[in-house]
């Protein structure tokens, strides 16, 4: 939110140095993002006189003036402005100035072979306006040779942040009340102009929706005159990015400026019957001041007449029902709208306004009556008019939250003493009312004070957090013990070995687009869809890892990323039997691209496989303590990989037939054209929550690893070939082996596959190669034997029979 300084002191009075005010904002917890002063954007340029004007010897358009700058000989300018003449005043660039509208730097040039030194500049060049049919005109009394800056009356413009939870300062009034609070100045009232009320409305005012409009305000002033607003209000508008566009517009945009208070002027003559605040029909359409039309749905509210709907309540008006120059007689509308439901009716329709980023963070209920009156004394002073009275249809939230409070929590959640004088001090400057037994009032504003924590917030931010000491935690004498849990300690780890893989972490959004969810959730679980989403893009609680990697994949390839090796620690969410969240910690990765770069030894570039995500998952699960050399490679079912891999190329890896540690392998191209992306993608899922953990050792605990003492005795191969069906899973085979003597047996690896020849059909050939490790003593004959027949026999349960 953006505001001049002169701004800030119509409310503030206070002789603090703009440094002294910035840093105030920062230290009470509105951050200044930014200063910027006009007075620098003006610079060079100056309050000037024209004493002649001539026509100019070669051009039918152009006229060269002489210019009186205050000091020294008159300057010879070209114009090209055709209200340039003699006797009146202006701004005049001098070499040297950058104009602010273009960034042109001027300088002493020859236009059409005269020599012109600057130039005259008009409202638009200045960035004061969009008028550019001529120069500036100044009044008579504006002093030659000022600069122009002073004489405009710049003042230093701050941009500061205002978070979601501070509704109360998305106006300079509140601000203001923050600073003064802090001890930076006296907050002045509110001047209420005078005015006199006179008859009844004459037009029906009333809400059909409570629910949705609680409070719905409004008056007609009858005999308005619209026009060009006075300068300070244009000052003021402009000092907080708003184009000034009429005063009777103007003037509802400064209330919400200065007041945090959204209102909106009709044009009595264009509407029809009673004016209503209901819910909006299926499929009616309203075109906003935008100049976009918007289909409405049953869960929005308008704000309509006998005809039509002239209004998205609370967030945009209509265009054929606005404000114009010719308007005399106007309707003013104040109200208070539900915070959720303009939220929703704002995501849903893509329309942002500052209506609604006031509305659906909360509005002072109480500034009802206060705001209406004052918008009303501010039309009748500047545009004239007699003004009815008001009408109050509905009503506005109107009990306060009344809090217990212990000023003693303020040094326990705080960690600063602050003497109760103090604290009650700083609580009923911001406005909240404490009574002799701590039990403070607080106002409707506040919407975001909901305890006494808050509370010891408010005092806390006032007094200064500058002031909270730096305490170090305490600690237990001796070594320091390690904090860290088995699942920290585990991600960690898994952490370190994915980017030890040529993997780059990401950190994508636990929300996702329905679709995308829907799209991932395992068969029969629920997904976690929010009521109240920040966006309809981050509507559904995640129930997998691999849409935001997908997405973030694409972003990569979308910049020219020819690979992409991406993983992400975090939560899928659904909904656990109890109605409770249901969080699974879980490893995602994803490869697509390229898996090597093409070039002269390898040629094309190469794609990874499903192989590519198997041996990737294998390696992390045995970096976290699973037991790789157990684990079953066994085909997707619904609780696997689901709908979302390939199914010819894809698998999960088990611990028994029924625990699922990992998923693996391709994604589909209907999941690839889902996300808008070209394969072959490859993509892992590591349930975490699936490993088994270590079980506890028993005895002292070591730090240290216990030494290695390689075997006295040299290691034993024998090679095995086997005939087993062309279905059989390899994996399946080597784990039969490897188990038939698992004292003597300590590795086995596939070295060769065959089919064809003399193999019979259905049938593949698969070569092992068994290591046996001695003991105490070599092994003979009898005993390499008797291993050799537990190997072929254990083989041959899976329907393997040795190659003879």
């Given at each position: 939110?953006?505001?001049?300084?002169?701004?800030?002191?119509?409310?503030?009075?206070?002789?603090?140095?703009?440094?002294?005010?910035?840093?105030?904002?920062?230290?009470?917890?509105?951050?200044?993002?930014?200063?910027?002063?006009?007075?620098?954007?003006?610079?060079?340029?100056?309050?000037?006189?024209?004493?002649?004007?001539?026509?100019?010897?070669?051009?039918?358009?152009?006229?060269?003036?002489?210019?009186?700058?205050?000091?020294?000989?008159?300057?010879?300018?070209?114009?090209?402005?055709?209200?340039?003449?003699?006797?009146?005043?202006?701004?005049?660039?001098?070499?040297?100035?950058?104009?602010?509208?273009?960034?042109?730097?001027?300088?002493?040039?020859?236009?059409?072979?005269?020599?012109?030194?600057?130039?005259?500049c008009s409202v638009r060049e200045l960035e004061l306006g969009d008028e550019h049919d001529g120069i500036i005109e100044l009044p008579d009394d504006a002093s030659v040779g000022h600069a122009f800056a002073d004489y405009q009356g710049s003042s230093p413009i701050i941009d500061v942040a205002i978070t979601p939870n501070r509704p109360d300062c998305m106006g300079v009034y509140g601000i203001a009340r923050d600073l003064a609070a802090a001890g930076l100045g006296t907050l002045k009232p509110v001047a209420f102009p005078k005015f006199e009320a006179s008859g009844a409305c004459p037009v029906e005012i009333r809400t059909d929706d409570p629910d949705g409009c609680p409070a719905f305000y409004g008056r007609v002033i009858k005999g308005v005159k619209n026009g060009p607003s006075p300068d300070w209000l244009q000052q003021r508008l402009s000092s907080a990015g708003q184009r000034p566009i009429s005063l009777l517009v103007d003037l509802t945009n400064y209330l919400m400026l200065a007041f945090g208070r959204p209102a909106h002027a009709y044009d009595l003559a264009k509407l029809s019957g009673a004016v209503v605040a209901r819910r909006a029909k299926a499929g009616e359409q309203v075109l906003a001041l935008n100049e976009k039309t918007y289909t409405l749905d049953e869960s929005m509210v308008v704000i309509a007449d006998d005809a039509q709907v002239h209004d998205i309540a609370g967030i945009m008006g209509g265009e054929h029902s606005g404000v114009s120059d010719d308007t005399t007689d106007l309707l003013l509308e104040i109200a208070y709208f539900d915070p959720a439901r303009i939220g929703v009716t704002g995501r849903k329709l893509g329309l942002a306004s500052d209506a609604r980023t006031r509305f659906e963070r909360g509005v002072d209920p109480e500034f009802l009556d206060d705001g209406l009156d004052l918008l009303t004394g501010l039309i009748v002073e500047l545009a004239g008019?007699?003004?009815?009275?008001?009408?109050?249809?509905?009503?506005?939230?109107?009990?306060?939250?009344?809090?217990?409070?212990?000023?003693?929590?303020?040094?326990?959640?705080?960690?600063?003493?602050?003497?109760?004088?103090?604290?009650?001090?700083?609580?009923?400057?911001?406005?909240?009312?404490?009574?002799?037994?701590?039990?403070?009032?607080?106002?409707?504003?506040?919407?975001?004070?909901?305890?006494?924590?808050?509370?010891?917030?408010?005092?806390?931010?006032?007094?200064?957090?500058?002031?909270?000491?730096?305490?170090?935690l305490p600690r237990m004498d001796g070594v320091a013990r390690p904090t860290a849990t088995p699942a920290q300690l585990l991600e960690r780890k898994l952490r370190r070995a994915a980017a030890a893989s040529g993997f780059d972490e990401a950190i994508t959004w636990s929300f996702l687009p329905s679709d995308a969810a829907e799209h991932f959730a395992p068969e029969g679980e629920q997904l976690w869809v929010l009521d109240n989403p920040i966006s309809e893009d981050m509507k559904a609680m995640r129930p997998s890892l691999i849409p935001g990697l997908?997405?973030?994949?694409?972003?990569?390839?979308?910049?020219?990323?020819?690979?992409?090796?991406?993983?992400?620690?975090?939560?899928?969410?659904?909904?656990?039997?109890?109605?409770?969240?249901?969080?699974?910690?879980?490893?995602?990765?994803?490869?697509?691209?390229?898996?090597?770069?093409?070039?002269?030894?390898?040629?094309?570039?190469?794609?990874?496989?499903?192989?590519?995500?198997?041996?990737?998952?294998?390696?992390?699960?045995?970096?976290?303590?699973?037991?790789?050399?157990?684990?079953?490679?066994?085909?997707?079912?619904a609780e696997g990989t689901g709908g979302q891999f390939h199914p010819g190329q894809s698998a999960t890896l088990r611990l028994g037939p029924k625990k699922v540690l990992a998923r693996f392998g391709m994604l589909h191209p209907a999941t690839l054209n889902a996300f808008d992306m070209a394969g072959p993608v490859a993509a892992v899922e590591i349930f975490l929550d699936a490993i088994p953990a270590k079980k506890a050792g028993k005895g002292p605990v070591s730090f240290a690893r216990p030494s290695f003492a390689p075997p006295a005795l040299q290691s034993v191969t024998?090679?095995?070939?086997?005939?087993?069906?062309?279905?059989?899973?390899?994996?399946?085979?080597?784990?039969?082996?490897?188990?038939?003597?698992?004292?003597?047996?300590?590795?086995?690896?596939?070295?060769?596959l065959f089919t064809g020849g003399n193999v019979p059909e259905g049938q593949k050939s698969l070569a092992i190669e068994v290591t046996l490790q001695p003991g105490e003593k070599s092994f003979k004959d009898a005993e390499l034997a008797e291993i050799s027949d537990k190997i072929v026999a254990a083989a041959a349960k899976h329907g393997a029979e040795l190659r003879g």
């Open positions: 939110m953006k505001f001049s300084v002169t701004w800030l002191k119509d409310h503030l009075e206070t002789d603090a140095t703009l440094s002294e005010i910035t840093n105030a904002l920062t230290a009470i917890g509105l951050e200044v993002e930014g200063v910027e002063d006009p007075a620098e954007r003006l610079a060079g340029f100056k309050v000037a006189k024209v004493l002649t004007a001539e026509k100019h010897p070669d051009a039918d358009k152009l006229q060269v003036l002489s210019v009186d700058t205050g000091e020294g000989d008159p300057l010879q300018v070209v114009c090209g402005a055709p209200n340039a003449r003699a006797g009146m005043k202006g701004v005049l660039g001098l070499p040297g100035a950058v104009v602010p509208a273009n960034g042109m730097q001027l300088r002493k040039s020859a236009i059409r072979g005269v020599e012109s030194n600057g130039m005259m008019g007699e003004a009815s009275e008001s009408v109050r249809a509905g009503t506005a939230p109107s009990e306060p939250l009344v809090v217990a409070f212990d000023t003693g929590l303020t040094s326990q959640l705080g960690g600063v003493d602050v003497p109760d004088n103090e604290q009650r001090r700083i609580l009923e400057s911001l406005g909240f009312a404490v009574d002799d037994k701590w039990n403070v009032t607080c106002p409707l504003r506040r919407n975001d004070i909901e305890g006494a924590a808050d509370l010891v917030e408010e005092v806390v931010r006032i007094h200064g957090l500058d002031k909270v000491e730096s305490v170090a997908l997405m973030a994949a694409q972003r990569n390839a979308d910049h020219g990323a020819s690979t992409t090796r991406l993983f992400e620690l975090g939560r899928r969410y659904f909904r656990g039997g109890n109605g409770m969240s249901d969080e699974r910690p879980t490893l995602g990765l994803v490869l697509a691209g390229d898996k090597t770069q093409r070039g002269w030894a390898a040629g094309k570039a190469a794609q990874f496989d499903a192989f590519d995500a198997k041996a990737a998952a294998i390696q992390l699960l045995e970096a976290a303590g699973a037991p790789a050399d157990r684990l079953m490679v066994m085909e997707p079912v024998r090679d095995f070939a086997f005939l087993v069906p062309e279905a059989l899973a390899a994996g399946d085979l080597l784990r039969a082996v490897q188990g038939a003597d698992k004292a003597n047996i300590v590795g086995a690896r596939v070295f060769d």
